[in-house]
């Protein structure tokens, strides 16, 4: 296994200023520490996995970077200059987009509707600006177009209600509706978790058809062959810290989790 120093910037990180990145980040609650000074860097055009035991802070950590917490100490940079988001809305107006681990979508509302959930489209004119009506046939229109270019080849319909599509299906718009709006990052906690292995490999195929279309994207899951599988780097969290940066040529499946559970130094 080779030595990967927990510095600021670890020797696995490609060069150039990243587009998101994290200082020392302390997030505490009460007396339980969830980040004990996390740093993480995010480069253009890189799928980058968080992985880690249960509690080890990788939610936390991505709460803190997506405005869901804000941290208690720690910098937050975006394309290299420091922003504070307050709330999700701001890091969504910043693009950052955010699939959380409990998913948020709203069953009985149709596909194009959950894509545009808290952007609907207003209509041109009177009709949009004072009664307020809503561009559904536009919305529609770009919806069938943002599916079909992220390749979700099983979603035909997007007027049918979420509720009526499978576990898969639906992880699909959760990630379509991020892919279509995170114009930044991408960040995903636990996509595949609760799903088979043909709707996984759609979601993994989703991640890689963003990376291909150059927006960084933020994995956290706890399976390692999917991990393995699309990250390019792998931040190995730890009670709380970041135990090391590896990267799926640098070290083995068996070596990441002998590093996550403490096993092993990385
Ligand atoms: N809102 C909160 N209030 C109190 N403690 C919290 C809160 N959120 C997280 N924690 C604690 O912080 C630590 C890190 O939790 P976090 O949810 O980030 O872990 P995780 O790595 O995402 O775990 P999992 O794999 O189970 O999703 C845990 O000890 C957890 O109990
Ligand atoms: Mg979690």
Do not use: W
């Amino acid at each position: 296994m080779s030595l990967v120093a927990d510095a600021v910037e670890p020797m696995t990180a490609p060069k150039g200023v990243p587009v998101l990145e994290a200082k020392r980040l302390v997030k505490t609650f009460g007396k339980v520490v969830g980040l004990d000074g996390v740093s993480l860097q995010l480069h253009a055009g890189e799928v980058l996995a968080i992985i880690g035991d249960n509690g080890a802070g990788k939610s936390t950590l991505i709460k803190c970077l997506t405005g869901a917490y804000v941290p208690d100490q720690g910098e937050l940079l975006l394309d290299g200059e420091p922003v504070h988001f307050k709330r999700p809305q701001d890091a969504r107006d910043a693009g950052i987009e955010t699939v959380y681990q409990n998913l948020a979508v709203s069953p009985a509302l149709d596909v194009a509707s959950n894509l545009f959930l808290g952007r609907e489209r207003r209509k041109p004119g009177i009709a949009g600006t004072v009664f307020r009506a809503l561009d559904t046939s536009g919305m529609r229109k770009e919806a069938r177009e943002q599916v079909q270019r992220l390749g979700i080849s099983t979603l035909q319909d997007v007027t049918v209600a979420v509720e009526n599509l499978s576990g898969g299906q639906r992880q699909a718009v959760a990630v379509a509706r991020a892919a279509a709006f995170g114009s930044k990052v991408v960040v995903l906690d636990e996509p595949t978790a609760a799903l088979g292995v043909r709707e996984s490999k759609q979601v993994l195929e989703l991640i890689e058809r963003l990376r291909e279309q150059g927006v960084p994207v933020i994995l956290i899951s706890h399976n390692m062959p999917h991990v393995f599988q699309v990250a390019d780097r792998i931040h190995i969290q730890r009670l709380g810290k970041r135990a090391a940066t590896i990267t799926p040529q640098s070290h083995s499946m068996t070596d990441a989790v002998a590093i996550m559970t403490g096993a092993a130094d990385a």
